[in-house]
């Protein structure tokens, strides 16, 4: 098992930038790939930024976004900048472990004001 807490959303003017955050606990261990992902209201869930490997992201936030983790305390960050009303959502932690099984997070809320 693996647990997943965020913190960190907030509401958020047009251009401004919040920091996620989310602690990880559990069998970190059997963890392949975490990332963030977002869903916003009447759409489905979409990934925003994933460790696979490298950092990678999606063309909708490449270059104002930025995933990191710390293996000492157990976390993944998730830096935005210029943010835009389009990135109102909830922000999930997300992992894929051994055997396919996934772990959520849930949910920290952005608001993003124009």
């Known amino acids: 098992q693996v647990q997943l807490v965020e913190s960190g959303g907030g509401l958020v003017q047009a251009g401004g930038s919040l920091r996620l955050s989310c602690a990880i606990s559990?069998?970190?261990?059997?963890?392949?790939?975490i990332g963030w992902y977002r869903q916003a209201p009447g759409k489905q869930r979409e990934w925003v930024a994933i460790?696979?490997?490298?950092?990678q992201y999606a063309d909708s936030v490449k270059g104002r976004f930025t995933i990191s983790r710390d293996n000492a305390k157990n976390t993944v960050d998730l830096q935005m900048n210029s943010l835009k009303p389009e990135d109102t959502a909830v922000y999930y932690c997300?992992?894929?472990?051994?055997?396919?099984?996934?772990?959520w997070g849930r949910g920290t809320q952005v608001v993003v004001s124009s």
């Open positions: 997300g992992v894929v472990a051994t055997r396919r099984r996934e772990y």
């Open positions: 559990g069998s970190t261990s059997t963890i392949n790939t």
């Open positions: 460790f696979a490997g490298s950092p």
